[in-house]
């Protein structure tokens, strides 16, 4: 074993380390579910903010978004990381506020289907079993992506036999996940956070300092790019380069359509719910937006000028292996240890998503699935061990679904991103600014949209290459809104509910 290789397990062990003392130590806190899934609704601006985007951003920040502007694929990754930032500004200023405040009025609601089953007096519970069993569905798909990232980063840097990474990464994951609950995620997710926002900034510098500076790295990207084309490089690389070349207005609308998503990511919009004051919301914005947008542009930059970099050593990433391009920059460009640290941002860019959504798959399952088919008022712990037990059994799916080795992060991300999106993202915003919406709007929305999105995900070809979350979004929207009209709300308790609502919103709290 070789000096650098013994220095960059010394930073993985102390990262790795720090994470599962941080779980331990809050394992003590957590005395009911609404400490569990919310951190007892405590959590500060700061930690709020970087909680959100850590989790949010996941292994395809530094993965799948780098390798999509890899190999001349600028255009697809700047439209995806446009669509995203507005859908994360968007989320912030007109949802975060008002999902906090309803979720308080709405019988202090913890999870997003026990506050949809709330604000809409859906007294058979239909809401939240049937939202419990699309988001297990696609928490599953969503989680394998964090182990595939994870398990495609060992064995690049320690070249650890894939399905070893995966056990790895997944056990780790699992200890701070099951001892510490929602506080501990989002203190790790903190701590990820900025590591992942330390690691890519510095990595774009310097690589663009090497390079010449930034637009002299751009003029060697299009020099690649030309090269490839002519065959130079091989024809699996040109191949590549021409499809991303063929970039029109519907693969335009698809990459911006991600930021529809933001509207109905439970795991996103569950930190919204656990903040500690509405007071404390427009810092939490400030905080995010200037992380995800450096973030965001910084990682398109590092991936589309890592085809140059990393062509001076004769590294040309093709396939699968393009998600890997920061990776490679990294232990190209830093000494041994220095590099250890930060290759830890990019696991820890798939372990503050992969938690994240454990827990939430958790919650649905507990608070939304069990709890309401047996119809038991369950002890305060029995429920944090229910949902300890439903937290390993998702790892364990989405370990078998994470087992094939030629996934790729980004697939997998994006279809997950459009099931929440469509099935979840327009009741959401329903919820909170239509009073007309039902129960069985909601309902005919939630199947609508899942359906939609399952379909459309597996056609191919003409319009069904058009991203699945935007016919979803528009099945879902629509459903909710013909079925609410048809039959209107006759449950004074809804518009009393709503006007309470209304009244809340006026006060700072």
Same mark, same amino acid.
């Given at each position: 074993?070789?000096?650098?290789?013994?220095?960059?397990?010394?930073?993985?062990?102390?990262?790795?380390?720090?994470?599962?003392?941080?779980?331990?130590?809050?394992?003590?806190?957590?005395?009911?579910?609404?400490?569990?899934?919310?951190?007892?609704?405590?959590?500060?601006?700061?930690?709020?903010?970087?909680?959100?985007?850590?989790?949010?951003?996941?292994?395809?920040?530094?993965?799948?978004?780098?390798?999509?502007?890899?190999?001349?694929?600028?255009?697809?990754?700047?439209?995806?990381?446009?669509?995203?930032?507005?859908?994360?500004?968007?989320?912030?200023?007109?949802?975060?506020?008002?999902?906090?405040?309803?979720?308080?009025v709405c019988n202090n609601s913890i999870t997003i289907p026990q506050f949809l089953t709330n604000r809409f007096k859906d007294t058979k519970h239909i809401i939240s079993i049937i939202s419990a069993v699309f988001i297990i569905f696609f928490f599953v798909i969503y989680t394998a992506s964090g182990f595939v990232a994870c398990a495609k980063l060992l064995q690049?840097?320690?070249?650890?036999?894939?399905?070893?990474?995966?056990?790895?990464?997944?056990?780790?994951?699992?200890?701070?996940?099951?001892?510490?609950?929602?506080?501990?995620?989002?203190?790790?997710?903190?701590?990820?956070?900025?590591?992942?926002?330390?690691?890519?900034?510095?990595?774009?510098?310097?690589?663009?300092?090497?390079?010449?500076?930034?637009?002299?790295?751009?003029?060697?990207?299009?020099?690649?790019?030309?090269?490839?084309?002519?065959?130079?490089?091989?024809?699996?690389?040109?191949?590549?380069?021409?499809?991303?070349?063929?970039?029109?207005?519907?693969?335009?609308?698809?990459?911006?359509?991600?930021?529809?998503?933001?509207?109905?990511?439970?795991?996103?919009?569950?930190?919204?719910?656990?903040?500690?004051?509405?007071?404390?919301?427009?810092?939490?914005?400030?905080?995010?937006?200037?992380?995800?947008?450096?973030?965001?542009?910084?990682?398109?930059?590092?991936?589309?000028?890592?085809?140059?970099?990393?062509?001076?050593?004769?590294?040309?990433?093709?396939?699968?292996?393009?998600?890997?391009?920061?990776?490679?920059?990294?232990?190209?460009?830093?000494?041994?240890?220095?590099?250890? *640290?930060?290759?830890? @941002? !990019? #696991?820890?860019? $798939?372990?503050?998503?992969?938690?994240?959504? +454990?827990?939430?798959? /958790? &919650?649905?399952?507990?608070?939304?699935?069990?709890?309401?088919?047996?119809?038991?008022?369950?002890?305060?712990?029995?429920?944090?061990? *229910?949902?300890?037990? @439903? !937290? #390993?059994?998702? $790892?364990?799916?989405?370990?078998?679904?994470? +087992?094939?080795?030629? /996934? &790729?992060?980004?697939?997998?991300?994006?279809?997950?991103?459009?099931?929440?999106?469509?099935?979840?993202?327009?009741?959401?915003?329903?919820?909170?600014?239509?009073?007309?919406?039902?129960?069985?709007?909601?309902?005919?929305?939630?199947?609508?949209?899942?359906? /939609?999105?399952?379909?459309?995900?597996?056609?191919?070809?003409?319009?069904?290459?058009?991203?699945?979350?935007?016919?979803?979004?528009?099945?879902?929207?629509?459903?909710?809104?013909?079925?609410?009209?048809?039959?209107?709300?006759?449950?004074?308790?809804?518009?009393?509910?709503?006007?309470?609502?209304?009244?809340?919103?006026?006060?700072?709290?």
């Amino acid at each position: 074993m070789s000096s650098a290789m013994i220095q960059q397990i010394i930073a993985f062990v102390i990262y790795l380390g720090l994470m599962i003392y941080i779980g331990i130590s809050f394992m003590s806190n957590n005395k009911s579910s609404e400490d569990f899934f919310l951190g007892g609704r405590n959590i500060g601006p700061w930690t709020t903010a970087l909680s959100a985007e850590a989790s949010d951003m996941s292994g395809w920040m530094l993965m799948g978004l780098p390798g999509l502007a890899y190999l001349g694929g600028m255009k697809e990754a700047f439209w995806t990381a446009l669509g995203l930032l507005i859908g994360t500004y968007l989320n912030w200023l007109i949802v975060a506020k008002r999902l906090r405040k309803y979720s308080v009025v709405c019988n202090n609601s913890i999870t997003i289907p026990q506050f949809l089953t709330n604000r809409f007096k859906d007294t058979k519970h239909i809401i939240s079993i049937i939202s419990a069993v699309f988001i297990i569905f696609f928490f599953v798909i969503y989680t394998a992506s964090g182990f595939v990232a994870c398990a495609k980063l060992l064995q690049s840097v320690f070249n650890l036999p894939y399905i070893c990474g995966i056990i790895l990464s997944m056990v780790i994951i699992l200890l701070y996940t099951l001892l510490g609950g929602f506080s501990a995620v989002c203190t790790t997710d903190f701590i990820q956070g900025t590591l992942m926002f330390v690691a890519i900034i510095i990595t774009g510098i310097v690589v663009s300092v090497k390079l010449g500076g930034p637009v002299e790295a751009i003029k060697q990207v299009n020099e690649f790019t030309a090269n490839a084309l002519n065959g130079q490089l091989g024809e699996e690389i040109k191949q590549s380069i021409s499809a991303n070349q063929n970039y029109g207005a519907m693969s335009i609308i698809s990459a911006l359509a991600w930021g529809l998503g933001y509207f109905g990511m439970p795991h996103i919009l569950v930190r919204f719910m656990g903040i500690r004051s509405n007071k404390e919301i427009k810092v939490a914005r400030r905080v995010a937006m200037i992380w995800v947008t450096i973030a965001l542009l910084v990682a398109v930059f590092v991936g589309a000028i890592g085809t140059s970099y990393l062509l001076q050593d004769g590294i040309v990433l093709a396939g699968g292996a393009s998600e890997t391009v920061v990776i490679k920059s990294f232990m190209k460009t830093f000494p041994a240890f220095i590099a250890g *640290i930060f290759l830890c @941002a !990019v #696991l820890a860019a $798939a372990m503050s998503t992969a938690d994240s959504q +454990l827990l939430v798959a /958790a &919650s649905a399952f507990t608070e939304d699935f069990f709890q309401n088919i047996s119809k038991k008022k369950l002890e305060a712990k029995k429920v944090v061990w *229910i949902s300890r037990a @439903a !937290v #390993l059994v998702v $790892a364990l799916i989405a370990f078998f679904i994470a +087992l094939d080795n030629n /996934a &790729s992060v980004m697939g997998l991300v994006s279809y997950a991103w459009a099931g929440f999106g469509a099935t979840f993202g327009p009741l959401v915003l329903l919820a909170l600014f239509w009073k007309k919406t039902t129960a069985r709007g909601a309902i005919a929305g939630i199947i609508a949209g899942g359906i /939609a999105v399952v379909l459309w995900h597996n056609l191919s070809g003409g319009i069904w290459n058009l991203y699945e979350i935007i016919p979803g979004f528009v099945f879902c929207l629509l459903a909710a809104i013909i079925v609410s009209l048809i039959k209107p709300n006759e449950n004074a308790e809804i518009e009393d509910e709503w006007n309470k609502y209304q009244e809340s919103l006026k006060v700072e709290d």
